[in-house]
């Protein structure tokens, strides 16, 4: 499976800032996700990150909320943008394609918006 | 968005029994996928199902992808403490490296 790396592990931030997240992967992937877990509650796909395009959102989610990058076939980059206490949850990359038919998730980022 | 509705929502068992747990959708999926995830980490892959009516087995674990294709099931034989954790499952409209819909989630505790 891909060994997948995300920065920060963890965060706390202050409402009304922003925070990028970053993904690394350790080998070329054809696709890249973004999902989000809240306290307690399942996984939910914030977006598709499309290499050289624009990301893919999901019903619910917004570009100038949740801008995302991919600039390579290794990487990719989720900005939660103004954030408030809301968007505390877990964050998590996911990878696929090239060498894998199925999803591999990243480690998370555990972000706390006080 | 679509939930993919899992029960039991909670298991406490005594460590040596069997474990079943299931996944049922209002909607057909083409692939099946079983994650773990324990506290502080990402999920983990743990079974992948291509076919429906496929059983696959992993070790202690067994799965199934329903002939309807809108269920899953999944068994853990002889359970020990280190299947504490959430058992998650996953569908895909396509394959298992496109976008997944998950499961609300299933927590294994294990009373010693």
């Known amino acids: 499976s891909a060994v997948i790396s995300q920065k920060p592990s963890r965060d706390i931030c202050q409402r009304g800032t922003s925070l990028t997240i970053q993904c690394q992967v350790d080998?070329?992937?054809?696709?890249m996700f973004w999902y989000r877990q809240q306290p307690g509650q399942s996984l939910t796909l914030i977006a598709t990150?499309?290499?050289?395009?624009?990301?893919?959102?999901e019903s619910g989610f917004v570009i100038d909320k949740f801008p995302i990058s991919r600039p390579n076939l290794t990487f990719s980059t989720l900005t939660v943008s103004n954030m408030s206490p809301e968007d505390s949850s877990i964050y998590l990359c996911?990878?696929?394609?090239?060498?894998?038919?199925?999803?591999?998730f990243g480690p998370g980022t555990r972000l706390t918006v006080l | 968005g679509q939930q993919l509705n899992q029960s039991p929502q909670s298991m406490f068992i005594q460590e040596g029994e069997d474990v079943s747990m299931n996944c049922t959708s209002s909607s057909i999926f083409n692939t099946w996928l079983w994650y773990k995830q324990d506290p502080g980490e990402g999920p983990v892959l743990l079974i992948a199902?291509?076919?429906?009516?496929e059983l696959t087995s992993n070790g202690r674990l067994t799965a199934q992808f329903g002939i309807t294709r809108k269920d899953s099931f999944l068994n853990i034989s002889a359970s020990i403490p280190s299947d504490v954790g959430i058992y998650f499952c996953?569908?895909?409209?396509?394959?298992?490296?496109?976008?997944?819909?998950f499961g609300t989630g299933t927590r294994l505790t294990i009373i010693p």
């Open positions: 199902l291509y076919k429906a009516g």
């Open positions: 996953a569908g895909s409209q396509g394959f298992g490296n496109e976008k997944l819909t």
């Open positions: 080998s070329q992937v054809t696709m």
């Open positions: 996911s990878v696929s394609g090239q060498r894998y038919n199925e999803q591999f």
């Open positions: 990150a499309n290499q050289g395009s624009e990301a893919t959102y």
